[in-house]
């Protein structure tokens, strides 16, 4: 029975989600959900996330939300196929990758989504930028992304010398970023920006970076 992911390809937790089904060449259906209409809001998606967003996965008669849960779920059913996103193999490496991982759920993600709340959503919803925001975020990335540069002086990629998880997560909402003015914290620093141009050079991340578009 074929996987099926409700969500949208525009919506960055979706793109995380796809990023990884095709990372491991798995055949899915992409249930789109109607936003506008509140549809994640309503009965019959409840059930696939009481918190009313998106994605939600189904996979027989189990399903699961959380954009990362997903990724880690689809990861750890299918290691046997595609890339190696979580080093499963290794001990020593999977728990580089996991923490990795945190890294990007709770130092990265979090200026982040709130740059591109100022910058992408408020401007589709016709909403005022805040730039004092935008500028407190921005100090917190920088520091953020300097300590990627450290450790991207050391390896190719975040958890090592080998493309994972730790890396896929963060190229949704990079996807975004890099198209806006602020592009140059990433495009300043040597080590981040050769890893974002292999990262974003991958099949899976240009057949996601196509939907990706404001």
Avoid at 39 to 66: C, M, R, T, W
Avoid at 91 to 99: H, K, P
Wanted: charged residues 25%; contains cysteine.
């Amino acid at each position: 029975m074929a996987l099926k992911l409700h969500g949208i390809p525009m919506s960055s937790c979706t793109a995380r989600v796809l990023l990884c089904l095709y990372e491991k060449g798995l055949q899915f259906e992409l249930l789109p959900v109607d936003l506008a209409a509140g549809v994640h809001k309503q009965q019959p998606y409840l059930p696939l996330n009481p918190f009313g967003l998106i994605p939600a996965l189904e996979d027989g008669d189990f399903s699961l939300f959380e954009s990362r849960a997903i990724t880690r779920y689809l990861a750890r059913k299918h290691n046997d196929i595609g890339t190696d996103l979580l080093r499963s193999n290794s001990l020593n490496e999977s728990s580089i990758v996991d923490t990795w991982m945190e890294v990007e759920a709770h130092e990265f993600n979090g200026p982040m989504e709130s740059i591109m709340h100022q910058l992408v959503r408020n401007p589709i919803l016709e909403k005022p930028t805040d730039e004092k925001i935008i500028e407190g975020e921005m100090e917190k990335l920088a520091k953020v992304l300097d300590v990627y540069e450290e450790r991207l002086s050391k390896y190719k990629y975040l958890a090592g010398d080998y493309y994972t998880m730790a890396d896929l997560h963060h190229i949704p909402y990079m996807l975004y970023f890099m198209r806006t003015t602020k592009a140059t914290v990433v495009t300043a620093r040597q080590k981040v920006n050769a890893w974002w141009n292999d990262i974003i050079s991958r099949p899976a991340s240009i057949k996601v970076s196509e939907s990706l578009k404001f």
